[in-house]
């Protein structure tokens, strides 16, 4: 565990390191250790860590997009906050290498386990609230978690489309369209640009691998436009 290491990657200090190896301590690690003084799973970590993630994304959902009703915000923090998802931040960040492990975890693949790291990634969070306050939390969700919303990583639980729909409903005569415009690149790497037009009038563009996630992106452009 070269948790210097890890602060280096993440460029982020601790005060108080200890803090930082409990976020990476597994309770099968202090079961087999139990003669050492001062080791503390990360499970209370993870606890406080879930909160402040859901909190964060919260917050960032609710500023950013303004015209997102709350079911859709509901929708889209689910999705974020999930294990699979907290896995794959997890993975990026190779927390899976800075795991305290017992010996039955290490031999049965502990640091690829999905629970593991979701929770690492909890814990991690937790400490770095303890540590250095809510502020620092979110800079650091802002460019590992945040980013991913703004490049469309989860645009499968994001429905623009209806968003759109029910904002222009609120006028009078109304009416919406969506045309693949253009078609970029290989066959095997294809891109689709799409227009919105509302009455006519081109609203929104937007470019995705598939013309449904083309559309979606259209329709939050006109969504960011209308919001201004």
């Keep these: 565990m070269n948790l210097e290491q890890l602060q280096k990657k993440l460029?982020?200090?601790?005060?108080?390191?200890?803090?930082?190896?409990?976020?990476?301590?597994?309770?099968?690690?202090?079961?087999?250790?139990?003669?050492?003084?001062?080791?503390?799973?990360?499970?209370?970590?993870?606890?406080?860590?879930?909160?402040?993630?859901?909190?964060?994304?919260?917050q960032y959902l609710y500023r950013n997009n303004p015209q997102m009703p709350e079911g859709e915000m509901t929708k889209l923090r689910a999705a974020i906050v999930c294990e699979p998802s907290l896995m794959e931040f997890a993975r990026e960040l190779n927390f899976g290498e800075y795991l305290l492990l017992g010996k039955g975890e290490e031999h049965t693949g502990g640091r690829e386990r999905p629970a593991i790291l979701a929770d690492a990634f909890e814990a991690f969070l937790g400490?770095?609230?303890?540590?250095?306050?809510?502020?620092?939390?979110?800079?650091?969700?802002?460019?590992?978690?945040?980013?991913?919303?703004?490049?469309?990583?989860?645009?499968?639980?994001?429905?623009?489309?209806?968003?759109?729909?029910?904002?222009?409903?609120?006028?009078?005569?109304?009416?919406?369209?969506?045309?693949?415009?253009?078609?970029?690149?290989?066959?095997?790497?294809?891109?689709?640009?799409?227009?919105?037009?509302?009455?006519?009038v081109t609203a929104g563009e937007g470019v995705g691998k598939t013309k449904k996630e083309s559309e979606q992106r259209a329709a939050k452009a006109a969504l960011d436009r209308y919001s201004k």
């Design 11 to 58: 460029e982020v200090t601790f005060h108080n390191p200890h803090l930082l190896k409990q976020a990476f301590t597994h309770s099968s690690y202090v079961n087999e250790h139990r003669t050492l003084k001062n080791i503390v799973h990360n499970e209370r970590l993870e606890f406080l860590g879930d909160a402040v993630l859901e909190l964060g994304v919260s």
């Design 127 to 200: 400490a770095l609230y303890l540590d250095q306050g809510f502020n620092e939390v979110l800079s650091f969700l802002e460019e590992k978690v945040f980013s991913k919303i703004v490049t469309g990583a989860f645009s499968h639980a994001m429905d623009y489309k209806s968003q759109l729909q029910e904002f222009i409903q609120q006028g009078t005569d109304q009416t919406i369209a969506y045309n693949i415009v253009r078609e970029q690149g290989p066959s095997h790497n294809k891109k689709f640009i799409a227009q919105v037009r509302i009455n006519e």
